[in-house]
């Protein structure tokens, strides 16, 4: 008598092969899911082109108190303090900008959507 198909021993082997295989699967892809989840919270490219943007507010106040050093006041608005630049300011993170307080001639960094940087 010739047996034919497979017996109820080997169905069992494969279902438990297919399961161990996938469970394998799913926790590398878990994992890889987490590491790529984990390097968009860091962002060290955009840490470094936020400090750029940092650095090229320091060196517009630099030249807002050189101003002030000069003619004894502050300039009277913005675009006065874009006008002491040879061109506009060139931020990395595209939609940043500078405000400016001719009271107290104080820059800061306006970033206006967080998720571009």
Do not use: H, W
């Not at 004894?72 to 608005?77: A, Q, T, Y």
């Amino acid at each position: 008598m010739r047996q034919r198909g497979f017996g109820f021993i080997e169905i069992i082997i494969v279902v438990a092969i297919v399961a161990v295989a996938g469970f394998l699967l799913m926790q590398y892809f878990s994992s890889t899911a987490k590491t790529v989840e984990k390097m968009q919270q860091d962002r060290p490219l955009a840490r470094s082109r936020l400090a750029a943007d940092q650095a090229t507010l320091t060196s517009v106040q630099g030249l807002v108190t050189a101003y002030r050093a000069e003619k004894g006041e502050n300039p009277p608005d913005k675009a006065a303090v874009l006008g002491l630049l040879v061109g506009p300011p060139r931020f990395q993170c595209p939609g940043n900008d500078l405000d400016y307080e001719p009271a107290t001639g104080a820059l800061s960094l306006t970033i206006t959507d967080d998720t571009r940087c």
